[in-house]
């Protein structure tokens, strides 16, 4: 059973700084595309950034990200990592993980992430 764990999530002010965590079990993460979504209330969940390339190499990032996030991934760790920095209100949302290939496509429980004064 593959289970991903998110954690790293938590509240804090505008310009400020946290490093999320997603920690694959039950599969091997190489196997995957990885990316990172989020959903705030009445939003739909949208792409955040992504790894779309099996060594890392090959990124994508939302507008609104772009400079300030970045994603990568420890394969020997089995971890993929959002590090968000110059945080602002309207990054505030849950964050979830997610592992997609051609047959597959899980999902986290998601981590809460609220940027506010």
């Known amino acids: 059973q593959v289970q991903l764990v998110e954690s790293g999530g938590g509240l804090v002010q505008p310009g400020g700084s946290l490093r999320l965590s997603c920690a694959v079990s039950g599969s091997t993460l190489s196997m995957y595309a990885t990316g990172w979504y989020r959903q705030a209330p009445g939003n739909q969940r949208e792409l955040v950034a992504s790894i779309t390339s099996v060594t890392g190499s090959r990124t994508n990032y939302a507008d609104s990200v772009k400079g300030r996030f970045t994603i990568s991934r420890d394969n020997a760790k089995n971890t993929v990592y959002l590090q968000m920095n110059s945080l602002k209100p309207e990054d505030t949302a849950v964050y979830y993980c997610?592992?997609?290939?051609?047959?597959?496509?899980?999902w986290g429980q998601g981590t809460q992430v609220t940027v506010s004064s």
């Open positions: 997610n592992l997609v290939n051609s047959r597959y496509n899980y």
